[in-house]
């Protein structure tokens, strides 16, 4: 966000009252930007840069945010939270020291401050607060990665083809070789926006698991080697890590010395926007060809 755009103003009025700790400042800043006549629709981006402001400025840096930590219950009310969302909310407002994980819950461990990352997991980390950014900043009813995140009960079910992928959203849809190719045809080929969707998706699942681990975790588990993985919160968080390794390795980016971070931010921010314009597609897609106009959509405004 450019810093003099009106979501940088926000975000910088925003940063400031939770810096100074100030709940009725903070109040007094979503009232201005979010009108109890049009709550839904202007909430969106407020949620977005809180959980920023929460992650990089707080939990990114081993501290809790204190503010929003005591006062997110509330806020929710203001800002159409569901509780879904809060949890992950309040998770990214808690004191990264003493969550509690373990080897049967990898997804919590990996966002653990004592959790031993490389570069690597650290820019997955990034990327997937990132992705629960966007994915609040979007209607609910008209984003398929929102449904990949808060829905996981649709995706057991559902026989549609997901995202990127050839059968459904199981991992069977996003199979991929050594040389980091996928199997099908989807969006001609292009190996790097399969991966993108990929991550999306499989990026958008793992979040589910650290959203509501006791609801979501049967529902996940049909999606992955149909219910026979014995560890599957590793599984599925192992599927976004690959998906960021072949998108970082890409000669393309590389030529043009562009950061694979960068990138998949920056489709994020372009797909934000797409979607924000254009709410044509449902959050559950309906057909096979539903998807296929979905992909050629985001390959047109967020990846080309």
Known sequence: MQKTSPLGVAYRELFVSIAANDITSLRATIAKYVPANNRILTSRPIKMMLLLLSYYSYFNNGVPCSLLQTHWDALALELDVQPLELNLLKFF???????AGTAENAIRMFFAVSSTQ??????????????LAVN??????????????????????????????????????YITDVQGNM?????????????????????????????????????????????KVPNVPAYVLERPVAHFHWISTDANLH?????????????????????????????????DDQTTAFEEMLRASAFD
């Open 93 to 99: 407002a808690s004191d990264p020291h003493t969550i």
């Open 255 to 287: 030529a043009s010395n562009i950061d694979a971070g960068f990138f998949i931010t920056q489709s994020f921010n372009f797909m934000w926007a797409a979607m924000s314009a254009s709410q044509q597609f449902p959050s559950a897609l309906a057909s």
């Open 136 to 173: 609040l900043a979007l209607s609910r009813d008209h984003n398929p990665f929102y449904a990949c995140m808060f829905d996981t009960q649709h995706l057991a079910k559902t026989k549609v083809r997901g995202p990127g992928g050839t059968y459904y959203h199981w991992d069977c849809g």
């Open 118 to 131: 490389d570069e690597v997991h650290g820019n997955v980390r990034h990327l997937l607060v990132n992705l």
């Open 183 to 227: 199997v099908g045809t989807v969006l001609g080929g292009a190996k790097m926006y399969r991966h993108l969707l990929a991550f999306m998706v499989w990026g958008s699942i793992t979040m589910s698991l650290l959203c509501d681990y006791p609801t979501n975790f049967p529902h996940v588990t049909t999606l992955c080697l149909h219910g």
